[in-house]
């Protein structure tokens, strides 16, 4: 099943899909990495985290910078954001993972804000507001953009489900549940919460540097944004179902098809929000466990409808 | 085995144990017993390493157990059954019990021991793949305490073991402590239920808010005058 989804993916391009189509295409892929990234974290380990931003900027930075500072290909970025997104998460952990629940969701939403004001002073790292301009783009054409998203989409997908299916992935679980009696059992909770919270950032850095690359234009507002990162990230998981192999894949793929029809439609402007506070109280009414966690009941209450 | 010296702990400012100091020696199964809010369950919580003394020092098998790691003291032998059962309840039964043999000799007797706690409650076996979130409150009981053996403690915490259970599943719980104190296992054991406890204690500790007001042998405690009218409502 997964290899024909694969496959299926892989043909896509061949399709003649429109540049438009594409494009969406692209979004949805890179919205399924940071939603399985902050999956790991928050839906596995049980670290809700409001701040992924964080990381997704930090990587976009790395590409950015490593093509404005030092003149090499933003490409770079993507593998070298991994060394970088991982230090900052190990000592961004060291502060937040202390503390547990609202107080853990604070302080990462804290941390997302802070890197977003730090990005607009360092006015001489990062071009502040003004933000990093690729002067020219790798490729017209978007399928090589497509390819390697899908390729690091593909190493996210295999790499999460291999870590929940581990001894790692109990571990996770249970700190969720209960971190005293995980401690109690023998788990040192500190570490795996580190552990998580580190490959959660460095996946979700890997899509920033990414994002960098494709879109061509970083600046602090775009990669280290509240709403349009961090909080999409947790309505994309939400939406598609916590704690499920397909869940930020599906959530991935709603949330962008959903953007851009409300953009579409004229005089709604940022209204989306809107939108997407509604969407987001009726799945936590009616599907609690998202699209593919209550799939089953979801099937119930469709049938319900056409009897 | 275990000995507790003076040791103070706080909730930020407001300090709930003072001055505490109880011994549990090898083979007896001790109680410590007291009124809602005393500081027992904060007690075994800082024996455990979940919480940490202010003053004073904690030895386990003469180790200085009170700065190490919460998540070490299982490996040395020491093993809590937490309050309100706290089992993983998205795990099924199984699942429960080999959270509590993660490491070590534990994990290598993991299948021997599961058989043995079995062996204690039927039950359990027969819901082994059952999640532990909705087995009844008496079987939650059951796969807390199994899910304690499965570290091959040497010594075993309950913290209020009886919470909830009708009084023969009661009678069963200290039944099951008789039996495991029998293998070998030496047992610390923080109960409302008094009557039982210090019937089933070898030594008890008497717990009045955050101090030590009284110790003895568990029948001697039984027939004292300030537990009876105190404690047993007679
Ligand atoms: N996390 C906490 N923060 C602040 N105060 C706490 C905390 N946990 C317990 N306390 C307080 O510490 C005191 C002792 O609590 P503890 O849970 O140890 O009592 P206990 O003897 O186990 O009571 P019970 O028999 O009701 O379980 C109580 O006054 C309680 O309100
Ligand atoms: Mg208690």
Known sequence: ?????????????????????????????????????????????????????????????????LYTKMA?????????????????????????????????????????????????????????????????????????????????????????????????GYYFVAIREDQDAAESMGINTTLYKTLALCISGC??????AFYMNYMG???????????????????????????????????????????????????????????????????????????????????????LQKA | MLEIRGIDVSYGDTQVIRDLSLEVRKGEVVA??????????????????????????????????????AYKLIGMGLSLCPEARRLFVEMTVDENLDMGSLKGEAKRQRQRTKEAVFGLFPRLKERRRQIAGTLSGGEQQMAAIGRGLMSLPKLLMFDEPSLGLAPILVREIFDIIKKIREDGTTVLIVEQNVKQSLAAADRAYVLETGRLVMQGTGEALLSNEHVRTAYLGV
């Open chain 1, 72 to 168: 090499i290909s933003p490409w770079w970025g993507v593998p070298l954001s991994i060394p970088v997104v991982a230090l900052f998460s190990f000592f961004l952990g060291y502060i937040v993972l202390r503390l547990r629940g609202p107080f853990f969701a604070l302080a990462t939403l804290a941390s997302g804000e802070v890197m977003r004001v730090t990005a607009e002073n360092l006015v001489d790292f990062t071009g502040g507001t003004l933000g990093i301009m690729i002067q020219e783009r790798t490729w017209v054409e978007k399928t090589w953009y497509y390819y390697i998203i899908l390729l690091v989409a593909t190493v996210t997908f295999v790499l999460v489900k291999k870590l929940a299916e581990s001894k790692l």
């Open chain 2, 32 to 69: 410590l017993i007291g009124a809602n809010g005393a500081g027992k369950s904060t007690t075994l919580k800082t024996i455990s390493g979940l919480l940490r003394a202010r003053k004073g020092e904690i030895l386990f098998e003469g180790t200085p157990v009170h700065k190490a790691e």
């Open chain 1, 1 to 65: 099943m997964p290899f024909v989804i694969l496959a299926i993916l892989a043909a896509l391009p061949l399709t003649g899909l429109s540049s438009y189509a594409m494009h969406l295409v692209i979004l949805v892929v890179m919205w399924s990495v940071v939603g399985m990234a902050w999956n790991l974290l928050g839906g596995y380990c049980g670290q809700v985290s409001f701040g992924h931003a964080a990381y997704f900027g930090v990587g976009a930075y790395t590409a950015g910078i």
């Open chain 1, 217 to 303: 234009y970083i600046d602090p507002n775009v990669v280290f944004a509240l709403h349009d990162i961090s909080i999409i990230t947790i309505m994309i998981v939400m939406v598609g179902g916590v704690a499920t192999y397909w869940g930020p894949v599906v959530g991935a793929v709603i949330m962008v098809l959903l953007a851009e029809w409300i953009r579409s439609i004229p005089g709604l402007g940022t209204a989306h929000y809107t939108f997407f506070g509604i969407l987001l109280i009726i799945i936590i009414i009616f599907l609690p466990n998202g699209i593919v966690g209550d799939f089953p009941k979801l099937k119930r209450l469709l049938k």
């Open chain 1, 203 to 208: 996946l979700t850095g890997a899509a920033g």
